[in-house]
């Protein structure tokens, strides 16, 4: 049996990538959910992930034990244990862009991360946009752009059908949506299929009925909607 360590599902954009390509995949796992900022978190989290940061997978079907941390490495294990899935797109020249744009994701884009945390349980007003955020918000809305006019088709998503790069940009299209940043009318198209994907409404239905509240994930920011 496959177990995935996460943490808070309102606020823990990182555990979101690869719980969503197990769920968008009915692929079975078994979840353990270790809510951060708590005086127990660092050495609970340290139980299951040499990093002490979430997400982490254990692998318990393999002898001894897989362990994997660091969400696109997750998900790059999944695609390898799951061949028969298509988790990558299938097609050579879109699965070379999916994890260019992911590894993209994973390494990049600090200023919209740092400035607009995930928060899953309200809407705020639009900070003030810096350059570095402009910046951030351009690309992303390219990257996109490009990926669904070559390779989507009339299918909703970044290849077509749902893969590792939505997973890895779901956190993403929440931030725009929480800090209703203005983005463009194709742009808000795409997010709107995310936001309604099966498996990321189960996250976010989870994530509302959670009682635990980290004030720092607001700090800053006008609320103008509660879902909490
Ligand atoms: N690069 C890591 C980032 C993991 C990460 O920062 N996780 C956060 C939760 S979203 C965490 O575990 N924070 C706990 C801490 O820093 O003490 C990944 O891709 O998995």
Redesign the pocket.
């Known amino acids: 049996m496959l177990k995935l360590v ?3 599902k309102l ?5 979101l ?2 719980w969503l390509v197990l769920s968008a995949f009915n692929i079975p796992f078994e979840e353990v959910l270790i809510p ?2 708590t005086p127990e ?2 050495g609970l ?1 340290l139980e299951y ?1 040499p ?6 997978l254990i692998d318990g079907d393999v002898d001894g034990d897989v362990t994997v ?6 998900i790059e294990y999944l695609a390898e244990k799951f061949p028969e899935l298509a988790i990558w797109p299938r097609d050579v020249k879109a699965r070379a862009h999916a994890r260019s744009i992911s590894n993209e994701m ?1 390494a990049g884009f600090q200023a919209i991360r740092q400035g607009c945390p ?1 928060h899953l349980g309200a809407r705020f007003a639009t900070p003030p946009l810096t350059e570095a955020m402009r910046a951030c918000i351009d690309r992303i809305e390219d990257i996109w752009s490009e990926a669904r006019n070559r390779f989507a088709g009339s299918q909703p998503f970044l290849y077509g059908a749902f893969s590792a790069a939505d997973a890895m940009y779901a956190p993403v299209v929440t931030r725009f949506d929480t800090y209703q940043i203005p983005v463009r009318e194709a742009t808000r198209a795409y997010m709107d299929a995310v936001l309604a994907h099966p498996a990321f409404e189960a996250w976010r239905a989870a994530a509302l009925v959670e009682p635990w509240r980290i004030p720092e994930y607001s700090d800053g920011h006008t609320p103008v909607e509660s879902f909490i």
């Open positions: 996460i943490a808070n606020y823990s954009s990182w555990s990538r690869p951060l900022r978190s660092r989290v992930s990093s002490g940061k979430v997400p982490a941390w660091e969400s696109l490495a997750i994973h995930m």
